[in-house]
């Protein structure tokens, strides 16, 4: 393959790559220098610092050996790799942060059903105790001592469950 061949081929691959940075860097740095000053590739694409330390050292042992197909191979894998490891990383990141952010709306859920369950429990209940206890002295015989006693019950009894669910509230 000749030089030009594979200017040709770096500069598609820096149109194809989708970056605009790396697109330009190719077109104004690396190619120019490999056209004007007949520079590397390794040595025309660390000056675009774009591409890691490592990625420049694996293309100038390339160079020299002459193995670049494999060699372009390799890194194309090794960075293949790196972004499905990354990738499972990111969606375990945000699996985690979900299930969090479920978990806290069901606590919360779960103490808001509580507190509105228990007050209307204690309307309930109280409206309950005053139903029977009015019942309870309209029942009773006319005699006054008997409708204390009721009452003095009543009260007792709706006392005790006040003082019941007042415990039992946070």
């Known amino acids: 393959t000749s030089s030009g061949e594979n200017i040709d081929a770096i500069r598609l691959a820096g149109e194809a790559s989708g970056n605009r940075f790396l697109d330009k860097q190719v077109k104004t740095v690396a190619v120019p220098l490999m056209l004007k ?9 660390e000056q675009t ?5 490592m990625v420049i050292s694996k293309l100038r042992t390339a160079g020299e050996t002459g193995d670049f197909k494999a ?6 894998d090794y960075y293949q790799m790196e972004n499905q490891y990354a ?9 985690v942060a979900i299930s969090m952010i479920i978990m806290g709306a069901l606590v919360f859920l779960t ?3 509580s507190e509105t369950a228990s007050s209307f429990f204690m309307r309930d209940s109280n409206a309950e105790s005053c139903l029977s206890s009015s019942r309870t002295l309209d029942a009773a015989s006319s005699d006054a ?18 003082e019941y669910f007042l415990e039992r509230s946070p």
């Open 37 to 45: 000053y007949g520079t590397e590739l390794a040595h025309a694409l």
């Open 111 to 113: 103490y808001l059903s």
């Open 49 to 53: 610092t774009f591409f890691p330390d």
């Open 145 to 162: 001592e008997e409708r204390r006693e009721l009452a003095a019950e009543s009260s007792a009894l709706s006392l005790r469950r006040s």
């Open 87 to 95: 990738m499972k990383n990111l969606v375990s990141f945000i699996e």
């Open 71 to 76: 060699t372009s191979s390799q890194l194309g």
